[in-house]
């Protein structure tokens, strides 16, 4: 008896899994080839005009979202208003027209430079001095012993490291900060400065930077605004190579590089470089009254814990790789590690799906640097676990010529389905 007890408790687990993937495959198959190239031909058509963030093709394309969501009888969250839409306020950037004046020469956007977020119109000489990394920390800081009230700052890229790589702030091989310099040039605007000048040690990559801005240049950027801001700040964060760093406070590059060597050796180099500046810009901005558009399908238990799928329906609007050979590939971004249940997740959820799929996955610890800055990115910043499914740069990536009839449906589809399922399994842990 005891010995059919145990054959019975062993073979439960089998049934249960069975019966469980027999509801996966159903669900899973319901996702179809036909509905989705229907959805993206309905969205990329010319009446929603590219969706630019808060013109009528979003307002649009924004209604046919929650349209969609009423017709699957998915609640609208908000109990405000419109019970469906999360609505808020952006700034858009204007021109992106600056000029950075030395003694020497001239630094304008599109050739020598490049500016993220809003500028305000201006033409006056300032201040400018050298905050090292421009970090501003317990464990360690740039600001100590200098004042930059009303003075431009420029910093350096990167953070410092240890002897052994690590970083010091994070005690880690992944950085504190990101790449981009926001949080550096936050930091700036609360010490008292004007505006924040980045320079990036590698060459190469400024200058694919600018060439990437020049590509898609129309003043288009968006950000929340800052209530607190000085109208005599610039929230904007300028961004120079290597090579013009010496322009800017008229000295050799030899130079400037040594205080490069003696920053990664730990030594503050704060305030070894000063001179003036002229900045020029003639920027603009404006409000943009936009809106996410929300809805839920309550669970069963666990009512306070939430798995939320996103994805971004806006786009630019009406404006003018590795595995490139391999049209079955799918980067998915885990952040966390190869054994947690998020990575478990994922790959049972690719093992259900039965088109060719190729997932590669990446984690967290994999690399220097978190998987880029989609909407993934405002969850893994304040540590919700998410999965990043993405396929990559393409020749039409950000492109008119991206049309709907260029989606590999079959791969789209399957993509899907494995989203789907890794929400499912996550969901019902």
């Known amino acids: 008896m005891t010995k059919k007890l145990f054959l019975i408790l062993l073979l439960l687990p089998f049934f249960l899994v069975k019966g469980q993937d027999s509801v996966l495959v159903n669900f899973s198959s319901d996702i179809r080839i036909d509905e989705l190239r229907e959805h993206v031909k309905i969205l990329a058509s010319q009446k929603f005009e590219g969706r630019d963030t808060g ?23 908000s109990p405000h208003g419109d019970p469906y839409y999360q609505e808020f306020s952006l700034l858009r950037s204007g021109s992106q027209a600056l ?5 020497h020469d001239t630094l304008t956007t599109d050739s020598n430079l490049s500016v993220t977020g809003s500028l305000c119109d201006l033409d006056a000489e300032y201040d400018l001095v050298f905050v090292g990394y421009g970090i501003d920390h317990d464990k360690y800081s740039d600001y100590e012993d200098i004042n930059v009230e009303g003075k431009i700052v420029a910093f350096i890229a990167g953070e410092p490291k240890d002897k052994k790589g690590k970083y010091l702030i994070s005690e880690s091989y992944l950085p504190e900060y990101t790449g981009r310099g926001k949080a550096k040039a936050t930091y700036a605007l609360k010490k008292g400065a004007i505006a924040s000048i980045r320079i990036n040690p590698e060459h190469d990559q400024h200058s694919k930077r600018i060439q ?7 003043g288009n950027q968006l950000g929340f605004p800052d209530q ?4 005599n700040r610039i929230s904007g964060l300028i961004h120079i190579g290597i090579n013009d760093a010496s322009l800017i406070f008229d000295i050799r590059q030899s130079a400037f590089e040594k205080a490069i060597v003696k920053l990664k050796q730990g030594k503050i180099q704060s305030g070894v470089f000063n001179s003036k500046i002229q900045l020029v810009s003639n920027q ?5 009254e936009t809106e996410n558009v929300v809805a839920f399908l ?7 814990e939430y798995v939320i799928i996103t994805a971004h329906y806006d786009h630019l609007g009406k404006r003018d790789d590795k595995h490139a050979e391999n049209s079955d590939y799918v980067y998915v971004y885990i952040s966390d590690t190869a054994g947690s249940k998020m990575s478990l997740a994922a790959n049972s959820a690719a093992r259900y799906v039965q088109e060719n799929l190729r997932p590669e996955y990446r984690y967290l610890g994999d690399r220097d640097y978190r998987m880029g800055g989609s909407d993934h990115a405002s969850f893994e910043k304040v540590n919700v676990p998410v999965l990043y499914f993405f396929c990559g740069i393409h020749n039409d990536y950000h492109r008119p010529s991206d049309t709907w009839d260029k989606i590999e449906y079959e791969k789209f589809t399957a993509i899907t389905r494995m989203v789907f399922i890794s929400a499912w399994q996550i969901a019902n842990q």
């Open 55 to 77: 013109k009528e093709g979003q307002k649009l394309a924004a209604q046919y979202i929650k349209e969609q969501f009423i017709q699957m009888d998915l609640m609208g969250p």
């Open 99 to 103: 000029k950075l004046i030395t003694n």
């Open 212 to 218: 990437r801005l020049r590509k898609f240049r129309g």
């Open 228 to 231: 607190k801001s000085d109208k």
């Open 284 to 288: 603009g901005a404006s409000m943009v």
């Open 298 to 304: 309550p669970g069963t238990e666990l009512s306070d």
